[in-house]
C-alpha cells in the first residue's frame, strides 16, 4: 500500500514529492506533463531558477525527486479517485488501479483565452498573463492589458508600474465604473471600451491592436486576464469544499476539508499564481501529509 500518490507534476507536485522522498514514504507522482505555463520559453521570478525554460525546470525537479528511491513518476493521467473508509483508490488512464492513505491534488489550473482573432498566436511569447512573471521582460514598451471583467482596473494600475504607456482594452466589455476610468487616466492609463476586430503581430511578437470601427492601435506587449479552469475534476468529486474564487480550500499545511486529500499550487488558488509559491505550497502539502500519517500512527500503537 502507498502511503501517497501525488497527481500532478508542476513544482507543486515535485516539490511535494520531494519532501515525501526525504521522508522515505512510499510515494508516486502522476503526471500528464501539460502545466500552465507551457506555452512560454522561460520562466522568471523563481530563485536560481530565474530565465528557465519550463521543460527544463522539470527535467531538473524530477531529477531532484528520483534521487530518493521511496518516490517514482509516472507521465500518465489520472482518471478517478474512489473513496473506501480510510483509504483512496486511484485508477489511471491505462487502467491500473492503486491504494493509498494519502492523496496530494497537484493538478494545476487552465486558462481559457477571451475569443479575440489573434491572440493566441501572441500568447506566451508578448503577452501574458501575470506582470510579476513576465512584466521586467516588457517594461517601457507600449503595453496593453485585455480584460473583460472588472479585474481591468486593478491590472490596469498594477501594469503601469512596469510602463508608462499602458491601455486598458475591455474588448466592448463596460466594465469599468466612471470613477475607475477617471482614475486610472489620472495616472495616463487609457481605457478603450470598443470592441476588439483582431491582434496584429508577427512570429508571435504582438504590433498593433485593430478595433472594430477601424482604428489600429500600436501595441508591442501585454497581459491578458484569462479566465481559471481547474485542470481535475477531483476535489469537488471527492466533496472538498472549494472557495469563493473557485479554489480548493486548505489550511496551512495544505489540507482539505476532506480527511486524507491535500491540495497544493495553483490548484488552491490561495496565492499569486507563481512557481515558487506552488513549489512551496508542495512542501507544505507534504508536510502535512507526514505529520498526519505519523499522528496516525502513534493513535495506533496507543489503543
Ligand atoms: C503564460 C504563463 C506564464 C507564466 N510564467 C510564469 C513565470 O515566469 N514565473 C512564475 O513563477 N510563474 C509563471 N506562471 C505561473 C505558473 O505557471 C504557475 O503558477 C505554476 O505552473 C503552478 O504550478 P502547479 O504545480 O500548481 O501547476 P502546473 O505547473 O500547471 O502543473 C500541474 C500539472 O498537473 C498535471 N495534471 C493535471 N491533471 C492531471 C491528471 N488528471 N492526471 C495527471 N496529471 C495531471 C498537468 O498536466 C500539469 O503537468 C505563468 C503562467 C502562465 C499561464
Redesign the pocket.
Known sequence: MLDCII????????NAALVMGRAGRETIL????????R??Q?????ITQDGVK?SEFKKRGRADVLKYPSVSIKE????NIERADELFTVLTKSGAEYVTKKVIL????Q?VLPNIEGLPLV??TSV???P???GWEMRDQALAVIAENERAFHMGKLLSNWSSDVIVFTNGHQVLSETEKEVLNRQHVTVVEKKIEQLHSKEGQLQSIRLETGEEIKRTAGIVM?DLLQ??P?AKQLGCEMTLNGGVKIDSLGRTTVKGIYA????SLSAP??????AGE?SKAAAGVIADLVEEAFVLTES
Open positions: 497527481i500532478g507534476g508542476g513544482p507543486a507536485g515535485l502522476f503526471d500528464e506533463d501539460q502545466p500552465r505555463n506555452v512560454t522561460e520562466s522568471h521570478g523563481f519550463p500518465e493521467r489520472v482518471e497537484a493538478t494545476g489550473l486558462d500568447y506566451g501574458f498573463s501575470c510579476f512573471c513576465d484569462t485542470s481535475a477531483f497544493c499550487g495553483d490548484t499564481s507563481q512557481l515558487v509559491i506552488a508542495g
